[in-house]
């Protein structure tokens, strides 16, 4: 137990610092997408759906005090998929040909979320490079909840998809010698 939790110390900050670099990386390129989720996933992989979650959050509240505040209103997006992502995962689900439905599932209940917030908090002009592709949709009339999840369910199906293909790449390419030996429990982690 002593060895997964000396993992999770480890672990947990390079999640993080992977979530940032990949936010500041599309927000500095304008990128259509947000990089922001891998390291959440890889928590949640991991370490169960509680870290992922921690995962997620934090790099929310960093994001948004450092370089992006937007982002500290999109929390609850990191949170919800870090612990969507690591319940899947917990019921076999990013295994085989379930990978798709997990990561669609997850995708879905991000892209409500971030929609909803990107909409009625910021009127769909975020700082992300998908602002763009929401713009030029609200200037040919369409509504903008609609202009937002379109846009949202579309950009968060490639960015989850590129998230859960680089986390598998690199689990798979990870020796077992350096991966938890099981997931951490709650319980565990207060001892």
């Known amino acids: 137990m002593k060895d997964n939790k000396i993992k999770l110390i480890t672990y947990l900050p390079v999640c993080i610092v992977i979530n940032i670099v990949g936010a500041f990386l599309a927000l500095q390129f304008k990128l259509p997408i947000y990089l922001d989720t891998i390291g959440t996933f890889m928590a949640s992989f991991l370490f169960g759906p509680l870290y992922g979650a ?7 509240l960093v994001n948004g005090i450092s370089f992006d505040p937007p982002s500290l ?13 690591g319940m ?25 979320f971030s929609s909803a917030i990107a909409a009625f908090v910021f009127n769909g002009v975020t700082s992300s490079g998908s602002a763009y592709i929401v713009a030029v949709l609200k200037n040919m009339g369409v509504d903008v909840f609609k202009a937002v999840f379109s846009t949202q369910i579309f950009t968060d199906i490639i960015d989850k998809a590129v998230a859960v293909f680089v986390v598998t ?23």
Not at 88 to 98: E, I, P
Not at 175 to 188: D, G, T, V
């Open 169 to 191: 790449v690199v689990l798979k390419a990870l020796p077992e010698s350096l991966k938890p030996q099981k997931r951490i429990k709650i319980s565990a982690v207060q001892e």
């Open 88 to 112: 899947l995962y917990n019921h076999g689900m990013f295994k085989g040909v379930k990978i798709v439905p997990a990561t669609i599932i997850v995708t879905v209940l991000g892209s409500i």
């Open 73 to 85: 209103y999109f929390m609850p997006v990191q949170i919800i998929v870090g612990f969507s992502a």
């Open 54 to 60: 921690i995962a997620g959050g934090l790099t929310s």
